[in-house]
């Protein structure tokens, strides 16, 4: 099986890379972070998300990218007439399907089979995720 890599070197949810980790497809390195690095990559995960809602184009993408960034969430909702609620229901749905970042899986490389709906993931942006070749 020929796989492709894809740097990515950022904060992953725990559940997204346990469910990567499942499939014969994928391959993921990762390491856990120390304090200091943790603290890191944290806010480098603010900033991405925080560039992720001003991308947005949908009310429901909005919602979405809102539930991770809780710390700027009152005056955005305020500018955007959105309701608290719905931020919190987001938020807590991600959290059950993904996970948090407790056991911070910072995902260093992924390997996805030829074909596979992550290659075609990584392949439409490869500015967020280059190509590595070998």
């Known amino acids: 099986m020929k796989f492709k890599k ?3 070197n950022k904060l992953w949810r725990d559940k997204i890379v ?3 980790e499942k499939d014969a497809c994928n391959k ?3 390491k856990k972070l120390d304090d200091a690095e943790f603290e890191e990559q944290l806010k ?3 900033i991405e998300e925080a560039q992720e809602v001003h991308n947005t184009k949908t009310k429901e993408h909005l919602i979405e990218e809102l539930a991770d960034v809780l710390e700027v969430m009152n005056a955005i909702c305020e500018l955007n007439k959105i309701e608290f609620k719905e931020i919190i229901e987001a938020q807590n749905k991600k959290f059950l399907e993904r996970g948090g ?3 911070r899986k910072f995902v260093t490389v992924v390997e996805f089979k030829q074909g596979s709906e992550g290659e075609k993931y990584c392949l439409a942006d ?3 995720y280059p190509e590595i070749i070998d």
């Open 18 to 20: 346990e469910k990567m």
């Open 6 to 8: 894809f740097k990515s």
């Open 28 to 30: 993921i390195h990762w």
């Open 101 to 103: 970042y407790k056991e």
């Open 44 to 46: 480098l995960k603010l």
């Open 126 to 128: 490869p500015e967020k």
